[in-house]
């Protein structure tokens, strides 16, 4: 099982990137994935997540009508539109994925983890 994220980079505040996590070695259509952040000296937040199907999706709080969560199932990938980012957006975003039809919020809910992409957001 691999996951890579990619798309982080160093944008200015009000600004748009997009993540992508790139997924093998497992039956991508039967997994649910989550985007997850971790900024330094912080825990491990959950951002947002989407069913095996992409029918349903969740979102924190704090990225709710900012950030965008949708997966293409013919290429094995998952993306995170983020449009107006902020500092307090700044952190290491990490996609993880598990089977089954719970789309949870928990880093516990993931078995498979990426290792990251960085995101810095200026102000």
């Known amino acids: 099982v691999q996951l890579v994220e990619s798309g982080g980079g160093l944008v200015q505040a009000g600004g748009s990137l997009r993540l992508s996590c790139a997924a093998s070695g497992f039956i991508f259509n039967d997994y649910v994935i989550g985007w997850f952040r971790q900024a330094p000296g912080k825990e491990r937040e959950f951002v947002a997540a989407i069913s095996a199907s992409g029918g349903r999706t969740r979102y924190a709080e704090s990225v709710k009508g900012r950030f965008t969560i949708s997966r293409d199932n013919a290429k094995n990938t998952v993306y995170l539109q983020m449009n107006s980012l902020k500092p307090e957006d700044t952190a290491v975003y990490y996609c993880?994925?598990?089977?089954?039809?719970?789309?949870?919020?928990?880093?516990?809910?993931?078995?498979?983890w990426g290792q990251g992409t960085q995101v810095a957001v200026s102000s």
């Open positions: 993880a994925a598990k089977a089954g039809l719970a789309v949870p919020l928990l880093t516990t809910g993931y078995n498979y």
